[in-house]
């Protein structure tokens, strides 16, 4: 990597040592920073040209006679207009001056600019058609943000909702109805995806964080490996005055907060409850390092959660609160450093920590003992060198590198090294887990990422060309104990004995009788790392041309290539051209139409990959079940056995009859030679076909009108048809059975009989019949994953925003949002609920909303004091009923396959997946701030944030992962029945005070 940067810098030397200019105008801020992307016109008695400045500020003018000239600046968006006069003297080679712009207070959202200027008016954009939101950090400062969490943000944008969660950590937004884990998040416009599921990396906190650009539809080729949305988090750079912030905050929990007899989940998503309390502290300061040439800023925050859990077991006497906290530390430096007129680097580096317990006890009580706590740590780095320089006054160009690493532990266990146990009582009702937990999940993840972009203007034409190659390599430990797992049941005599001692939380494994009854006992036989290199490319090219005065027209194409994409089969997906177009079209001052169509490819999950690794199998007797498939024709009769399988890491299971004494199972090692005989439920293989890249198409239409100065409306209508998403096939499935055939079921083991390769129970263990044999080592299931998965969205988006006039004391802004969002797949692994019956699955998407209704208005009382209700009303979510297979003679499912999807038993005869509707739903949040003004540009602030208000009990439109929240329910659509099992978070409050100094 550093022979790499030190090539780049060479290069760059050689190229600027020959760069020769007559003039230069340096356009700058009232702080001294250099202003990109800014149009300068010189003019003398016989000559007139424009240029625009580089990344460092700087305008180019080449053989210029001597004489007077004017240097002028137009009024634009950010900065009110400025001329200079000066004069360039017979004979001299260089000349250099400087135009400073003064700055107008502005804020650009939804794709529209906004002025508050002197007339305070706002600003139509005629320049493109994407369909983009934009929050600077003077907007986020003044919303009612939990926790500093720049995301908290985002779901009061169109096309962006807050998301039903995949996982407990998964990404909270939702961009155009798919899950957020479709959402490709950049920080500086390089990576930020922890590429394993999809979350983003490094949460950059909003103390490095300079504004949010989130790209919903129809944005540039320079940006892709997403299907959906982009969400790029621009950070803070230094200046040359001295900047920055000191702050604390906190939210006290139960002290003030309303009372919920439902969970809330912390900011990383974990589920959180009473005696719940957040502690946050960080420092920023920003400043020059060598005055106009190198500046620096550095950000640290640091949160503390304290959370008590319930350990609540009566048959042992035990009722205690069990104190768990989570860490999160996240560091961040940027050095800028403008080397000359046209180079600029800049260095940065974010480091951040995250300990979040898993303590034991529950949220309402739980037999989880201390003992079988667990940390999820995960550790983080990137380090990104970006650079931009002009190669001539119309070509200029980037080179960037980053490289990073990230590592999710998700269950760090203090007990590593022993075994775990799963204690019943007489009745076989599990009283307490306690020892080291039987699940490993260890992933690493080192990636690096080169970019190589060039612009050039050419008259009317401004040409974008680029090149992206990202490579990453993996590594898990995804296993079970390898010290064993014990099943155990106590007699009446010790568990009254066990009760008698007394032991509390402390339980441990060694205070279990050793003449216990062993119901079951397994043993991991795998501690063994593995993984892939995923390797992404991407190349792109564009036009963003004036046709006429009134017309824009952009077009551009991208290819994108990702080698996970051959999946069991010899190449990848290869045919992956996206092209993409849109106008903006300006009717008059007042009126602009714009619109667009385009292709967007997304990368492939590595999960999708490592699950193909980690849950296969690869015994002869699996193999001969593959081949029985092949022979039938259900698995491509071309596919090559040992390129589609795995040793994938499997668990000897010993159940009674075979069962050892307590603490005296054999070891993994020990255990080898069950590996080819032991069955498991499903494993799963490569697709010997390979996978296509998911991909979407869009289509957009817009339209804007600037009512007054400083009011505005602005519509879209945005389709986005999604294809190729990811879905699991079931091989060996049993044939499809009609559960409208009310008061009977069909048994598990009539369904497995069923099957291609039928299936039978030995003693525990399934077994497979082939060519009239019995064939232990196989599975029961056999899973694959395919990308033929679809997903259709579309939406109208209205929106009015009105800016604080001259002597106004309030603006707002409201945004109204009808969509729909249908399709057959939510995640990677989801599976049909009958016989792969995919078109029974084709339904409302679980992120549906049909209305979305955000108003944000701002007060402004006296100088230096917001007050800013916010209202977010969202109809319900879907609702999926499931059969009460009870009421048909069956125990959990119906169809017999032995498998939920999520759901505690099939879906309700006669329904469909989530046919029903949750009730809407309705929150007030409001924000205070207050700004003691002190010397010196500095001062106080004083904060108080109010989530939910009215303490509204909304069932529907919060963060839940799906098993957990209310969008499964029992029984038929017509009983009307509702249990509810969780709720969005009652009324809740945050107070903060900061110190800041210089232009915070």
Partial sequence: MKRIILSFVAVFATIFAYAQTTLTVNVKNAEGEGLANIEVTITSKNLNKSAPTNASGAALFQNLPSGNYVAKVKSSINYNANNINFYIPTGKPEKSVDLVLTSKDSYQLQEVAITENKNKSVTINKTDAAVAQYISKSQIQTLPIEGRDVTKSLYRLPNITISSLGYNEAPSIAINGLSGIYTNYLIDGMDNNERFLGNSKFNTPFGFTESVTVLTNNYSVEYGNTSNGIVNVETRSGSNDFTGEVFYLTRPGSIVDAKSAFASVDLYGNPVKDGFQRQQLGVGVGGPIVKDKTFFYFNLEQTNDIKDNLLNVPQLGVNEAVRGRNYFTYASGKIDQYWNKNFHSSLRANVGSFDIDAQGGGLTGGNNFPSSGSTQKNRTYLIALKNDYNISPKLKAETNVQTSFFRWNYRDRPNIGKPGVSVQDPSGVTIANIGSIDYIFDDGEYTNQLQQKFRYKAGKHNLLGGAEFTTSDFSLLGAGNSYGYYTVRLNAQQLADLKAKNIGAALDINDIPS????????????????????????????????????????????????????????????????????????????????????????????????????????????????????????????????????????????????????????????SQGNRDFQSNSNFRIKNPNGYQNPYSDQFTLGYQRKLADNILFDVDLVASNTNDLYRITNLNSPP?????????????????SLRPVPIKTVNGQFVATVGGQDLSGIARDVYMTETAGKARYAAANFSFIKTKGEGEKFSYRFSYTLSSIKDDTEGINVRAQDANNWAAEYAYGDNDRTHVINALFTYYPIKNLTLTPAMLFQSGQPITRYAIASQYGGVTDLNGNGESQGLPADIQPGETRNNDRLPSATSFDFSAKYRLTLKNKSGIEFSADIYNLLNSTNLTGFASTRSASNQIQPGPKSSNVLNIRAAGPPRQFQFGVRYVFGNF
């Fill in 736 to 752: 499809p059975f009609d559960p409208k055939q009310v008061g009977s079921v069909r048994t598990t083991a009539n369904a497995n």
């Fill in 515 to 670: 003449d216990v009854q062993v119901i079951q006992y397994k043993v991991d036989l795998d501690q063994k790392v593995f993984g892939v290199r995923q390797n992404v490319f991407n190349i792109y090219a564009e036009d963003n041309f004036k046709a006429t005065d009134k017309l824009d027209i952009n077009l551009g194409v991208r290819y994108d290539y990702d080698n996970l994409s051959k999946a069991g089969d010899t190449k990848g997906d290869r045919n992956n051209i996206g092209p993409r177009f849109s106008f903006n079209y300006k009717i008059d001052d007042k009126n602009v139409i714009r619109g667009g169509v385009g292709r967007f490819y997304d990368k492939i999950k590595y999960s999708v990959t490592s699950d193909n690794l980690q849950f296969s199998g690869n015994s002869p007797n699996f193999k001969k079940e593959l081949a029985e498939l092949q022979r039938l024709g259900i698995l491509d009769k071309n596919a090559n056995l040992d390129r589609i399988t795995y040793p994938g890491n499997l668990r000897a299971i010993y159940e009674q009859g075979s069962t050892p004494g307590y603490l005296q199972g054999k070891s993994s090692a020990e």
